[in-house]
């Protein structure tokens, strides 16, 4: 989507500049993925539109690949609009009726899954009916290469009127899950990372992400826990996607529980300190370092708004 924030200080009811950007969940992983290195492909519509346009050429900037996006001649790109400040950034979404939201079962005839993972979201499920037929038939075709990844990314203003049980439905149905313990707790009823396998028996891996306090991951009988790493943040909203992306990546790459762990949250530090939904890479060398430090030395790291590290 067509991402706003203030281009000045003050109330926001109050300015009158905004900054044009870009920003949508799918397209946050894919962009994050391919700072990491990795192939990587976004399908999706937008409209026939100078907002589609600059969503298109601003993810394949990235290094995405977008042959797959849809122009939509009838309806609009997405957009919002989002209020940042360090503490949680409301977001004003515009998507009713939008291209993203005309997406059906018929595009997955366009889909090569001849990949490795196949990442989507509960907002696309809840954008209309249409789209929730997409997913489902997503989930429902054969993983002969590829793991599904489902991020909850719980937005309760585009469930205000539909069935949220299908979430869960999802969720169970995936190989891999990623939630914020808030998110679960509004929607399955528990933030606790065991109640959470509880409901989802089915994944082989299941994250559980505790905001600035960490993340859990659960696989067979084993849990593990991760703490975060000391950030100075900017704002917060695309971080769960940086996240997802880190560790999605260091998952292919057969990493262990903690370097995985550590990996989504070097990657979500990334977002934390931009207003943009995506941000710079960190070094190299500051990601290696970290990478293998030691319990101690991790704990003791801060990434502060410039970049250093104290």
């Not at 609009?81 to 939008?98: C, D, F, I, L, Q």
């Not at 790493?229 to 990493?255: I, K, N, Q, S, W």
Request: charged share 20%; glycine share 10%; aromatic share 6%.
């Amino acid at each position: 989507m067509a991402l706003f924030v203030p281009g000045e200080p003050g109330p926001v009811d109050q300015v009158r500049t905004w900054i044009r950007t870009v920003g949508g969940a799918e397209s946050n992983v894919a962009c994050n993925l391919a700072m990491l290195g990795l192939r990587a492909k976004w399908v999706s519509a937008v409209g026939a539109d100078a907002f589609g346009k600059a969503v298109v050429a601003a993810v394949g900037l990235h290094g995405v690949d977008v042959s797959g996006v849809v122009i939509d001649p009838v309806r609009p790109t997405g957009l919002y609009v989002k209020e940042s400040n360090a503490g949680g950034s409301p977001v004003r979404y515009y998507r009713r009726g939008s291209a993203a939201s005309g997406m059906g079962p018929s595009l997955l005839e366009k889909l090569d899954l001849n990949v490795r993972v196949v990442h989507l979201t509960g907002i696309t499920a809840a954008l209309s009916d249409s789209c929730l037929e997409l997913m489902r038939a997503l989930f429902a075709a054969p993983r002969n290469t590829f793991r599904l990844s489902f991020d909850l990314n719980w937005r309760p203003k585009l469930w205000a009127d539909r069935d949220t049980s299908v979430l869960r439905e999802l969720a169970n149905a995936a190989d891999i899950v990623l939630a914020g313990d808030d998110e679960a707790l509004e929607v399955w009823g528990t933030s606790d990372p065991a109640e959470i396998r509880r409901i989802l028996p089915a994944p082989a891996t299941i994250v559980v992400k505790h905001g600035p306090r960490g993340a859990t991951l659960l696989e067979g009988d084993t849990s593990v826990f991760q703490p975060a790493l000391r950030v100075d943040v900017v704002e917060p909203v695309g971080a769960g996607d940086a996240f997802a992306a880190g560790f999605l990546a260091a998952t292919l790459d057969r990493e262990s529980p903690v370097r995985r762990l550590r990996s989504g949250h070097l990657q979500a530090a990334t977002t934390l300190r931009t207003h943009d939904d995506v941000g710079t890479p960190l070094p190299p060398e500051l990601v290696t370092s970290l990478l293998e430090a030691d319990a101690d030395e991790w704990a003791a790291a801060h990434l502060t708004e410039q970049g250093v590290l104290a």
